[in-house]
């Protein structure tokens, strides 16, 4: 009877110990659009100076985003707060439905990092490391050879899987990076700064293979190429001083900066009396020669005005011949610096 009612206890606190765990709440709102990554007013500081100051952003399933800025402004900060490396000073991460003041342990579970100066034991080979990084992982011994081979394949280490990492090229040492970041197969991936240091060839190799992995899984990148990030993302994060300060497409971000309409015209008439009748017109503010293109000018419309129409009616009206009319798109790099400046 004694043995029986002990057992009894035992079940008895066995199940307030299961109920009593804390567990992600995935019924919550944040979690109805299914996103893998929610940042919500983060802050870092150190000291007075705010290193990352109250920003706020989410990540889809399979969204390739880049965070893009100038040195300084917070890029790294973020990631190592987000892969639970760091803990801010006031602010709420999610990653998978995990919160990470709760789960840090499980996050790093779901996260695959490549840290900006990619830390690795240069005197293991490829191959011995690899295994290393799944066991720390863990990745089931069953298959962590499978694992294995699978990430020399995806990463294009085959021809040199048998090298020691300190025989290696820049370039295929960051390919080993990528490699241990994704040996447990990760739902998130968080590249910090990946094409450092590569010649062009290797920014496009690695660039075609991020692409790839973003078909699958999360990817946060960070950088600060404008080339690079518009070439590899869906979505720009622009950070400044701790700030962010721009959000969207490239296309988005050209479109919102571009504010007042600019083409670039070549009339075939007397350019005197071409530039004073466009001046003249009700949608144009303002007209310049263009330096070293002779009878071009760069009309700038009135805000919220198209003057394209009005330049063609001139024309007819003149019996001007109108050789081109080409609108200017505002450049990401324009883009940048206004945000940055």
């Known amino acids: ?23 992600p709440n995935f019924a919550s709102e944040k979690f109805i659009d299914m996103a893998s990554i929610v940042v919500e007013n983060l802050t870092k500081k150190y000291g007075d100076q705010k290193a990352v100051d ?51 342990e499980e996050i ?8 900006e100066n990619n830390p690795l ?5 490829i191959i011995d490391y ?16 499978t694992r294995v081979r699978e990430m020399v394949d995806i990463c294009g280490l085959n021809l040199e ?29 968080i590249l910090d700064e990946p094409t450092s240091g590569l010649d062009p060839n290797q920014i496009v190799e690695i660039r075609n293979l991020i692409k790839e992995l973003g078909k699958e899984k999360t990817v946060i990148l960070s950088s600060h190429i404008l080339s690079e990030v518009e070439a590899t993302c ?60 002779k009878g071009f000018f760069l009309v700038q419309s009135k805000p919220e005005l198209s003057s394209r129409k009005d330049i063609f009616d001139l024309c007819v009206k003149n019996k001007w011949y109108l050789l081109e009319m080409t609108g200017i798109e505002t450049k990401l790099e324009d883009v940048f610096r206004e945000v940055t400046n």
Do not use: W
Request: charged share 25%; proline share 3%.
């Open 1 to 23: 009877m004694g043995y029986r009612n002990l057992l009894k206890n035992v079940k008895t606190l066995i199940k307030r110990l299961i109920f009593s765990v804390s567990v």
């Open 54 to 104: 109250d920003i706020s952003f989410d990540v889809k399933p399979g969204e390739v985003v880049g965070f893009l800025g100038p040195n300084g402004a917070g890029k790294s900060t973020t990631m190592r707060m987000v892969t639970c490396y760091m803990a801010p000073t006031h602010g709420k991460i999610t990653v998978e439905g995990y919160q990470a003041d709760e789960h840090p």
């Open 108 to 115: 790093k579970k779901k996260i695959g990092y490549l840290p």
């Open 121 to 125: 034991y240069t005197d293991m080979a």
């Open 130 to 145: 690899l295994k290393f990084c799944a066991e720390v992982q863990g990745v089931g011994k069953d298959i962590v050879n």
């Open 161 to 189: 899987r048998h090298k020691k990492i300190n025989e290696l090229s820049k370039g295929f040492r960051q390919r080993v990076g990528l490699a241990q970041a994704m040996i447990h197969d990760p739902e998130v991936l």
């Open 234 to 293: 869906d979505r720009i994060l622009i950070i400044n001083r701790g700030k962010i300060v721009a959000d969207g497409t490239s296309d988005t971000l050209r479109q919102q900066a571009q504010g007042q309409e600019l083409v670039s015209v070549k009339i075939d008439g007397d350019e005197s009396r071409v530039k004073k009748a466009l001046l003249g017109l009700a949608s144009v503010e303002k007209v310049n020669e263009q330096e070293n293109r």
